[in-house]
């Protein structure tokens, strides 16, 4: 099976959003099907974050897939997204991000 989060996507048209108390992960690509990263330690995602550290800009680098799920909480996420992972239903990035979360 072809990875479905494998294209880089730009900041603002992520496939995930992961946030905390204090960080914003906007997930842009990932390195493995999500059946992969389950078996693998170490499985990576690039991310664009950003954080009080950063000054509240984004920076973008790659990150341990584990580490966002763990500190993080899911926000936001395309439906493919939602299906691949199991995760509760969610509004999509482009509604959280533009605030259209009630558009039918």
């Not at 906007?26 to 995602?45: G, I, L, M, S």
């Not at 000054?55 to 439906?79: H, I, K, N, Q």
Request: charged share 20%; aromatic share 16%; hydrophobic share 40%.
């Amino acid at each position: 099976m072809a990875n479905p989060f494998a294209k880089s996507r730009p900041v603002g048209q992520p496939y995930a959003i992961y946030r905390d108390h204090h960080f914003t992960w906007h997930v842009c690509k990932t390195y493995q099907t999500p059946a992969n990263e389950a078996k693998a330690t170490y499985a990576r995602w690039f991310v664009w974050a950003k954080s009080p550290l950063s000054g509240g800009a984004f920076e973008g680098g790659d990150t341990y897939a584990a580490d966002v799920m763990r500190y993080g909480t899911l926000v936001a996420a395309d439906p493919l997204w939602q299906e691949a992972y199991g995760t509760r239903l969610v509004p999509t990035p482009e509604e959280y991000l533009t605030g259209n979360l009630f558009d039918a």
